[in-house]
């Protein structure tokens, strides 16, 4: 679980979609996660997605699980200046601890 | 009601001194941790409680303890800070078995060593 990967940095305008991509460790993990956290705030839960799954939809929100390629991606719709953040993906490991990634920092462009 | 709370949310230290982070959580959650947050924005986790007892600490220096007084509370512990100890420092809680939830973080307390 220490080496879960990220792009650091994503950039799109109002409007469009974004795309946040994350490669997991662990090919045992039941559970993956995305959290959210705002410029000096706490991170917030966004959603998770079981392992048996292949997509998860919640709004505006998209998740795909490639459980061959350890891959996960976080679809974000219309995308708001309020959803400017960094992104974490997390996974379930060993000893119920939760392993995060390298955050993407997501900025929106008005 | 905060689930997860910290005090205090910012502190400026010297080195070489002692301090103590506090966490309470009134979830009912049975685990509990400390993540740190260094200046890159990477998550580690440091520790974590179950009923009391410590079950993970990844090469975390042992100038470091947590202390559970009881299972809402876990408290971080710092002997002798380092400038490098500077980070933001979050505490979460879980329940241990039922990952869809996830854990619930608190606020961060923004360490700072001079």
């Known amino acids: 679980g220490e080496d879960v990967e990220q792009s650091l940095f994503l950039s799109v305008r109002e409007g469009d979609s974004s795309v946040i991509n994350c490669t997991y460790t662990d090919s045992s993990s039941t559970y993956l996660y995305w959290y959210k956290q705002e410029p000096g705030a706490g991170l917030q839960l966004l959603t998770y997605?079981?392992?048996?799954?292949d997509m998860k939809q919640d709004q505006r929100l998209t998740v795909l699980l490639n459980k061959k390629d350890k891959h996960l991606s976080l679809r974000i719709a219309d995308t708001q200046t309020g959803d400017s953040a960094i992104y974490f993906c997390?996974?379930?490991?060993?000893?119920?601890?939760?392993?995060f990634g390298t955050g993407t920092r997501l900025t929106v462009i008005p | 009601d905060t689930a997860v709370s910290q005090t205090p949310k910012y502190l400026v230290t010297q080195m070489g001194n002692d301090k103590s982070i506090k966490c309470e959580q009134n979830?009912?959650?049975?685990?509990m941790y400390w993540y740190k947050q260094d200046s890159k924005k990477f998550l580690k986790i440091m520790f974590s409680y179950n009923n009391k007892e410590l079950i993970i600490n990844e090469t975390v220096p042992n100038r470091f303890s947590p202390k559970s007084p009881d299972k809402a509370h876990l408290n971080l512990h710092i002997n002798s800070l380092e400038l490098g100890d500077s980070a933001v420092y979050f505490c979460?809680?879980?329940?241990?078995?039922?990952?869809?939830?996830?854990?619930?973080f608190g606020s961060g307390t923004r360490l700072t060593v001079v």
């Open positions: 997605i079981f392992s048996n799954m």
């Open positions: 997390a996974e379930i490991s060993g000893a119920n601890n939760l392993f």
């Open positions: 979460a809680s879980s329940q241990w078995g039922e990952p869809p939830d996830g854990y619930t």
């Open positions: 979830l009912g959650h049975d685990t």
